[in-house]
T-cell receptor
Framework: DVKVTQSSRYLVKRTGEKVFLECVQD?????MFWYRQDPGLGLRLIYF???????EKGDIPEGYSVSREKKERFSLILESASTNQTSMYLC?????????????FGPGTRLTVL | GQSLEQPSEVTAVEGAIVQINCTYQ??????LSWYQQHDGGAPTFLSY????GLEETGRFSSFLSRSDSYGYLLLQELQMKDSASYFC?????????????FGTGTKLQVIP
């Protein structure tokens, strides 16, 4: 079974803090993704990576950055957290087999920015 | 960009059949996927349609019409545990790679 883990289930930070969300997968998947999920808005893609040290902007990258130094680890960074970044953050991976590439999600991190 | 439309809520009776529709507008298109998410849980993959027609997996079936930019998820013999949110997602080409864009989700409530 694919295992995708995220560093925290719940996180509370203050406005202006630098926040790191970590995602680790154990299935040697090529692709990794960061989404945020908000009520009524579904899952929105923040950043994704198809290879080590490679990153691409998703639909809502503003205020975020990412790092992928190793294949199994994909980090989401909030350089200066703001209250509008309070959300559920979901990491996902996929094997990179082409069309219909199934995404496997981690349990999510619920981030609250005060 | 990509846009998807699906109903926000659906209620159905245990044992019945329910259909969740999804229409989309995309630049390029590979296929349509469906994911299930229970409250407090992570989304899990249900099905993928890359070609027109019906795909069946147990009680769940998914349909795609590429010419109509339309698909649906059909759940038969509904059980209480099927109460969850269901997301359609389109796979599209993006800079030589594949991008997945999710809809806003349909919350299904199964009642006794």
């Amino acid at each position: 079974d694919v295992k995708v883990t995220q560093s925290s289930r719940y996180l509370v930070k203050r406005t202006g803090e630098k926040v790191f969300l970590e995602c680790v997968q154990d299935m040697d998947h090529e692709n990794m993704f960061w989404y945020r999920q908000d009520p009524g808005l579904g899952l929105r893609l923040i950043y994704f990576s198809y290879d080590v040290k490679m990153k691409e902007k998703g639909d809502i990258p503003e205020g975020y950055s990412v790092s992928r130094e190793k294949k199994e680890r994909f980090s989401l960074i909030l350089e200066s957290a703001s209250t509008n970044q309070t959300s559920m953050y979901l990491c996902a991976t996929s094997p990179g087999t082409g069309e219909g590439d199934t995404q496997y999600f981690g349990p999510g991190t619920r981030l609250t920015v005060l | 960009g990509q846009s998807l439309e699906q109903p926000s809520e659906v209620t159905a009776v245990e044992g019945a059949i329910v259909q969740i529709n999804c229409t989309y507008q995309t630049s390029g298109f590979y296929g349509l996927s469906w994911y299930q998410q229970h409250d407090g849980g992570a989304p899990t993959f249900l099905s993928y349609n890359g070609l027109d027609g019906l795909e069946e997996t147990g009680r769940f079936s998914s349909f795609l019409s590429r010419s109509d930019s339309y698909g649906y998820l059909l759940l038969q013999e509904l059980q209480m545990k099927d109460s969850a949110s269901y997301f359609c997602a389109v796979s599209t080409p993006s800079g030589g790679y594949q991008k997945v864009t999710f809809g806003t989700g349909t919350k299904l409530q199964v009642i006794p």
